[in-house]
């Protein structure tokens, strides 16, 4: 429930999501360790090439990751592994998807944002079960996109990230 499971939590998102990618079909377009085009222009208040993106530093990435999707699932109050799950699922869906799907799990208010209502009602749950039922919310998510191309490779992403969080937990 650290700041410190930040750089695993970002290793394992940075295994996953690889460098430079621009598949057709992908609705992302292009991008590089998975950040997009459009969230790169973002982060530096400027247009951005494909090129530009495609040479972004790893440490850059690594710092849009922890401002725009860690914190933004307020990463450093969720347990160990649950951090995880939400910080990863948050990458690939939206972190206002992610806190969701874990405020659904909890029932309670599903404003997207992790605040006092879902950190005190996380504090019913044992991490492992947490993860468990994120595992299977997240395939259920992914094979309600119609994405077809995509979908084996989520499926596979979200069990190693349940099998990395329950580590993590464990």
């Known amino acids: 429930m650290t700041a410190s499971n930040f750089p ?4 394992f998102t940075l295994g996953e999501e690889g460098g430079y990618s621009d598949m057709p079909g992908d609705p992302g377009g292009p991008t590089n360790r998975g ?3 459009e969230t790169y222009i973002d982060w530096l208040g ?15 990435a ?3 990751y922890e401002s725009n999707y860690w914190r933004a699932v307020n990463g450093d109050m969720l347990p160990t592994g649950v951090d ?21 799990f909890l ?30 919310s997240q395939q259920t998510y992914y094979r309600q996109l119609g994405q077809e191309q995509f979908l084996a490779g989520w499926l596979a992403r ?9 580590g993590m937990a464990a």
């Open 158 to 166: 979200t069990a190693r990230r349940t099998s990395a969080a329950l």
């Open 8 to 11: 695993s939590c970002l290793a």
């Open 107 to 136: 029932q309670v208010r599903q404003d997207g944002q992790i605040g006092p209502e879902t950190l005190g009602a996380l504090k019913a749950y044992d991490a492992p079960t947490v993860i468990k039922w994120l595992g299977a």
């Open 46 to 60: 400027r247009p951005v090439s494909t090129e530009q993106l495609a040479a972004m530093p790893e440490v850059i």
């Open 84 to 104: 995880l799950m939400v910080f990863d699922f948050g990458v690939t869906s939206g972190p206002g998807t992610s806190a969701k799907r874990l405020q659904g």
């Open 35 to 37: 950040i997009t085009l």
């Open 62 to 64: 690594g710092k849009i």
